[in-house]
């Protein structure tokens, strides 16, 4: 299943459907599931609720109540390749194959998903083998960063590569908890095989089991990054570093312990913790850093971003917010290359 990202604020109704959301990072489903199922009688067709119920559903096991809910989910056109994508695993889940691959095809035509690690998702295992599975061609690869520290990554390079031409270099971070299903969404959507088709370098490193928060992760950020400066040639020797959802919440932070290395820093959207440092903002030496949200999106986001676009520009630093009035969360106007097209200018 497709691990959900969403944060959710806002009144009574919002802040207990928060409340699951948080439930649902610690993977307490159960809880999840108890929230959910209180709240769907009071909004029945809350498209991200249902997407938040059917995942809790689909994680205990009640298969036919999380196609329930995720048909209700499928109606909002920002969740309809997420919701498509666990009513396939739903029906692989109950042995219904043609279904499970109809929905698979379904999500993949949604302007929002593109092959979320169908090979690797263990609802799925019924499907392999079919001739009519669409599946993911690229890889993880184990990085050996030196002094025992390793990082699985996937780095995806431009069509024609020239490793003794310059390219500009991506390093993103997805959404979720930084792990395979949310980088694998983001690498076939936003920025992996569009950057590597308009001549990019792409690395998406999976987040440790530390998280990028902790005094481990920040060392392997910087070990990164210094590995890939060795091992290509890189534009201008900057990295533009991009964080999704709570990835861009990670991009923040390690924007302020690992300042020198960031040609521009964007945020689609992003936010920062409770223990972020603001009065370090100063520390922060990116050319340039682009905020982006969705106008429909919950109300915490937006406040974030134009609070955060507010204090970086304080600060000195080249800030720029975009507000794409028709998107959720899930930023469609940024998928399909065209987050990239936008990043061409801050090379």
Known sequence: MLILWLVLCGGDFDTRLN???????????????????????????HSDL???????????????????????????PSLRGVANYNLA???????????AVQHLKAALQAKTFFRAGIENDSDLASLMGRSDLPLVADEIIDLDLGDGDMLRARIMLPKQFDKSQAYPLLIGLGPGQGREAGQLWAVQNLWGTQASYRSWISVSPLAPEETWFSAKGQRLMKKLV?????????EHAKVHLV???NGGVAAMH?????????ASITLCPGAVRDDFDFDALKRVKADHVWLCVGGQDQVWWIEQANDLHRKLSAAGINTELKVFTEDSHVLASLVGGELIKKLERFR
Do not use: M
């Not at 695993?89 to 279904?99: H, P, Q, R, T, W």
């Not at 390690?254 to 020198?260: R, V």
């Open 89 to 99: 695993c739903a029906y692989a889940l109950l042995g219904d194959g043609d279904k």
């Open 226 to 234: 210094s590995y890939l400066k060795k091992a290509y040639l890189v």
């Open 19 to 45: 409340e699951a959301f948080q439930e649902n990072r610690q993977g307490n489903y159960q809880a999840v599931y108890q929230i959910t199922s209180e709240l769907v009688v009071e909004g029945p067709t």
């Open 50 to 76: 249902n997407l938040l119920h059917g995942l809790a559903c689909l994680s205990l096991g009640k298969v036919q109540e999380s196609i329930q809910a995720n048909i209700h989910a499928s109606k909002q």
């Open 254 to 262: 390690l924007a302020l312990s690992t300042p020198e290395h960031w």
């Open 243 to 245: 964080g999704c959802s």
